[in-house]
Nanobody, 124 residues
Framework: QLQLVESGGGLVQPGGSLRLSCAAS????????IGWIRQAPGKEREGVSC????????YYTDSVKGRFTISRDNAKNTVHLQMNSLKPEDTAVYYC?????????????????WGQGTQVTVSL
């Protein structure tokens, strides 16, 4: 059973930064595309970012381009999401997901493996 554990969420002021981490147990993250899905209260799930298996191609939804960076640390079997210049509209629960293809993160559909989620709140 794949297990994904997120960390790094919290409360930050607008313009601030957070780094989310996704660690895996019982499998090697490098074998999968790893992405981040967020869900804000009353809103649909949104695919935020993904890093592909093999070639490490990256995907970002338009609203976070230039502000968020996804990366792998294979030595620690961890994927990070560095979030800079945070805005109140980034407030959501962020879920780490493991996928065969990052198209699943783009559409936020058909994802089998989810972490428990970590809350990100951007507010004064």
């Amino acid at each position: 059973q794949l297990q994904l554990v997120e960390s790094g969420g919290g409360l930050v002021q607008p313009g601030g930064s957070l780094r989310l981490s996704c660690a895996a147990s019982k499998f090697t993250l490098d074998y999968y595309g790893i992405g981040w899905i967020r869900q804000a209260p009353g809103k649909e799930r949104e695919g935020v970012s993904c890093i592909s298996h093999g070639d490490d191609n990256t995907y970002y939804t338009d609203s976070v381009k230039g502000r968020f960076t996804i990366s792998r640390d294979n030595a620690k079997n961890t994927v990070h999401l560095q979030m800079n210049s945070l805005k109140p509209e980034d407030t959501a629960v962020y879920y780490c997901v493991a996928v065969i293809d990052c198209i699943m993160v783009r559409t936020a559909y058909g994802i089998d493996y989810w972490g428990q989620g970590t809350q990100v709140t951007v507010s004064l």
